[in-house]
């Protein structure tokens, strides 16, 4: 009877036909004549699901028979995107499916595009956790994802008269095919409560009562790998009351109290925090963590009872598990293991901290020192109380160890210390995870030199250099190129014969010898310039702006950051288009047509970001209506930039902008999926631009700017003696100043932190060597042929950049595990 049940594998048009029709008629109920392209979304999207639970199970299945080490992977965020297109190119339904749904009158393009992103992230760290996972699938590996079912995704960001506005991004308002509910998982998580300290004869342990109870249900996502059966799950955790609510306010008469608890659970897991790279210290954030870090592993303990069943000793703990910390983010993990191992499994104290230990490996992500998350002590004591006790037991024992080692030296101490001595202490998570993993890893090569030179320099002379590496981030090609980018995928596939460059991206290395082939080159550009349409298709129906996809398509798009320097970039912008104002038509005819197009969101509260954007579209309003630069320059700021926007986006560029202060972006990880699709960078020698550079050479991308050993002296000096500003940045404020582009009141707070503010970010000093690299773009751009060939060699070595690459180093370096393959 199962066999005869299991849904068909495939694959051909006709049997998908039969579920889509099934799923109309039973899981949407309607008729089959009253479907319109959203049901047909659905309607697939079901058939699909059929499948990947199919696979999914098999995976579990099999990957628990086997009982190998498994890889937790704890991230507050999953930028996901969206699933169809994804799920039907990995399991390799596309074809069939899109003849399939034709046939019923339908076009494949209109029913992908009716789906919403899941957004459940903020930015880099976020994407990359997604892109990880579905390297973890297709590479096979026994992996799981943790993570946090989010009701409110990130933001959706409108532009009303150039300024940002915020809306809520109610993603589950209808239906989500891609999530499973497990209603039948749910943990309990405690908060606040009590410690009661038991003594036993000489032993003494810690009872954690009373507080409040939130339960945590889980919602399995499947991620499917490309061309393999396995398919791993993200099992996101949504909050919600114990009891349904208060029967006893409810028989009295006050309904709202009555609810009021049932309420404050569900809140727990409403909104994702839309702060990216800047800590906001807000409890309810706090709460989050905990709930999620508790439950999932509480999850994780179902299978170690497994393996306490088959006897094992707890010591063999790490070699079933390998946890990593994604950020600060899932710190308290560790704690919670601590608290789990003595206070419920009474194990010895340092018995258990081996365990724990032997388990976690923590990534940073950032050296920005207002992103590092640190909690005030009597918070945590509120909320976690048995917590905060290990904590401060740990720390006391890691700084006998460093008394040791250093002995006397009192500054090194408290430079160390897992709690910061100020009024009020605080938890300094980032020591915290560093203390209680076993392997520190940076995020590319200057990140992870930075972090042991400055932030975590006590750290490496305490521990030495050993337990502290680096993991060059990394994207998947599956949708970065062959999803988002079809027609370059098919190109590609065509000239080297092959898909499996889909598998090992360091395939794409042949393609270096098609480079002086000039009907390959003729179609190379094509598909580049089919790309802008698109783009420019997409700019005319949300903004209603025509733009020229024959002009240079210069994009810089990112959250908005000081760090990043999108100010510098409109700031060049102006002297641009002053630059095209002074000249006669003649010169005029030597200047490469541009279209500059931003797109990315502020935090909420970051007020200077915002302004940025107020700038953005204050000169973009101006320079689009001025006739007399004929077509030369537009400026596009792009509202909402997600990730389904992103696939539009970046196989349409012709030169993206990676500008960031030199040592201030960990990595980058857009560059990588610019330079995939053939698109150049203008960037800093910052982050993962240098590997790029170090990559795909000399000749194919434009670096600028101070270095990072540079930065200290430089920020130095103007901070302490009077320097000049660079000429022309110095033309371009008097100009903004003069209300060239509206008011001039409204931006003075944005140049302040040019002048009083000391420039930070040393925009001053990059700034002529900005315009130079811009020079050099705009001739190299001249060159129809040459920069094909550019744009072919960056293809050709982006090997080093998939995510398969960054997973399998995580593995063999990091977690010990080996790929089971379904
Ligand atoms: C506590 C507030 C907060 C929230 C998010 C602090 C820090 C974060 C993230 C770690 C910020 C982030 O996304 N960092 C980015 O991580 C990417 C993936 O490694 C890198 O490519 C980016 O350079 C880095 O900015």
Redo the contacts with the bound molecule.
């Keep these: 009877l199962w066999e005869k049940c299991s849904v068909p594998e495939a694959i051909d048009k006709e049997t998908f036909q039969k579920s889509f029709i099934r799923h109309v008629n039973t899981t949407l109920a309607r008729s089959i004549y009253n479907v319109d392209n959203f049901s047909a979304y659905q309607a697939t999207a079901h058939a699909v699901r059929d499948r990947l639970i199919q696979r999914w199970n098999e995976t579990q299945q099999i990957h628990t028979e086997r009982d190998q080490k498994r890889v937790y992977y704890l991230s507050l965020e999953f930028l996901l995107g969206r699933s169809l297109d994804n799920a039907l190119l990995n399991l390799g339904l596309k074809d069939a499916f899109g003849e399939g749904v034709k046939e019923l009158g339908f076009k494949m393009e209109d029913i992908l595009g009716q789906e919403v992103d899941a957004a459940l992230g903020?930015?880099?760290?976020g994407r990359?956790a997604a892109c990880y996972m579905d390297s973890l699938a297709t590479l096979c590996y026994p992996a799981w994802g943790y993570g946090v079912r989010y009701t409110y995704g990130i933001f959706q960001q409108k532009i009303v008269d150039g300024y940002q506005d915020e809306f809520p991004d109610y993603w589950l308002n209808f239906d989500n095919p891609w999530e499973l509910p497990r209603v039948d998982i749910v943990v309990d998580v405690k908060f606040g409560g009590h410690v009661n300290k038991i003594t036993e004869g000489d032993t003494v342990r810690h009872e954690w009562v009373g507080g409040e109870t939130v339960q945590a249900v889980a919602y399995d996502v499947p991620i499917p790998g490309y061309g393999v059966k396995n398919c791993i799950n993200i099992r996101l955790w949504s909050s919600k009351p114990r009891r349904k609510f208060d029967l006893g306010k409810f028989n009295a008469g006050e309904y709202d109290q009555a609810v009021q608890e049932q309420m404050k659970a569900e809140f727990l897991t409403a909104v994702l925090y839309p702060?990216?790279?800047?800590?906001v210290g807000k409890e309810l954030r706090l709460k989050q963590q905990y709930f999620w870090v508790a439950a999932s592993l509480y999850d994780m303990w179902v299978e170690v009872r497994r393996f306490k069943k088959s006897q094992r000793d707890w010591n063999e703990f790490p070699d079933q598990v390998a946890i990593q910390l994604n950020?600060t983010?899932p710190t308290l993990a560790i704690v919670e293991l601590q608290r789990i191992l003595v206070d419920e499994e009474r194990l010895g104290w340092d018995e258990a901290w081996e365990i724990v230990t032997n388990t976690f490996a923590f990534t940073n992500?950032?050296v920005l020192p207002e992103?590092m998350?640190k909690w005030p002590v009597p918070t945590m004591s509120q909320l976690l109380p048995r917590h905060i006790q290990i904590i401060f037991d740990l720390n006391l024992f890691f700084l006998q160890k460093v008394e040791k080692f250093a002995p006397g030296d009192r500054d090194f101490l408290a430079r160390l210390s897992i709690i910061e001595e100020s009024t009020p202490q605080y938890v300094r998570m980032a020591h915290l995870a560093i203390v209680g993993s076993h392997r520190v890893n940076g995020?590319a090569k200057l990140h992870s030199k930075l972090i042991k030179e400055t932030i975590f320099k006590d750290f490496v002379r305490f521990y030495g250099p050993d337990k502290f590496e680096n993991k060059t981030?990394g994207i998947t090609p599956r949708r970065w190129l062959h999803q988002a980018n079809p027609k370059l995928s098919e190109l590609i596939s065509e000239t080297l014969g092959h898909k499996d460059w889909l598998k090992d991206l360091s395939l794409l290395k042949k393609l270096e010898e098609s480079v002086n082939d000039k009907e390959f080159r003729r179609r190379w550009i094509a598909v580049k310039h089919s790309n802008k349409v698109r783009l420019a298709d997409y700019i005319r129906d949300v903004m209603d702006i025509d733009v020229n996809p024959n002009a240079l398509f210069d994009v810089q798009v990112k959250r908005i950051h000081e760090y990043k320097r999108q100010f510098m970039n409109i700031l060049g912008v102006i002297h641009h288009y002053n630059n095209i104002k002074s000249m006669s038509p003649e010169k005029m005819r030597n200047v490469v047509p541009r279209v500059v197009i931003f797109g990315g969101k502020a935090a909420p509260g970051y007020y200077i970001a915002k302004l940025v954007i107020k700038l953005i579209n204050s000169v973009a309003s101006v320079v689009n209506k001025d006739t007399n630069i004929q077509d030369l320059l537009k400026v596009i700021f792009i509202p909402d930039y997600n990730v389904s926007v992103a696939e539009i986006i970046v196989p349409a560029s012709d030169i993206s902008q990676h500008i960031s202060t030199a040592g201030t972006?960990?990595?980058?990880?857009s560059n990588m999926k610019f330079v995939l699709n053939g698109g150049l960078i203008l960037g800093t020698v910052d982050?993962a631009n240098i590997e790029i550079h170090e990559e795909i050479g000399d000749d194919n991308i434009f670096m600028f700017g101070h270095l990072a050993e540079q930065v200290e002296d430089l920020r130095y000096a103007h901070r302490y003696r009077d320097v000049t500003m660079d000429p022309h940045l110095n033309a371009v404020i008097k100009d903004i100043e003069s209300g060239s582009f509206g008011e001039a009141r409204i931006f003075a707070p944005l140049i302040n932190t040019l002048t009083f503010g000391k420039d930070y970010y040393l925009i001053s000093d990059d700034f002529g060597s900005y315009l130079d690299a811009q020079k050099l773009v705009e001739e190299a751009y001249k060159n129809e042929k040459d920069w094909a060939k550019k744009s072919i060699l960056c293809t050709a070595n982006m090997g080093k950049f998939s995510s398969d690459r960054a997973i399998k180093e995580y593995a063999e370096s990091i977690w010990g595990t080996v790929p089971v393959e379904v």
């Design positions: 903020n930015g880099g760290l990359l702060n990216d790279n800047h800590m950020d983010h992500h950032t992103a998350e995020v981030n972006e960990a990595s980058g990880t982050g």
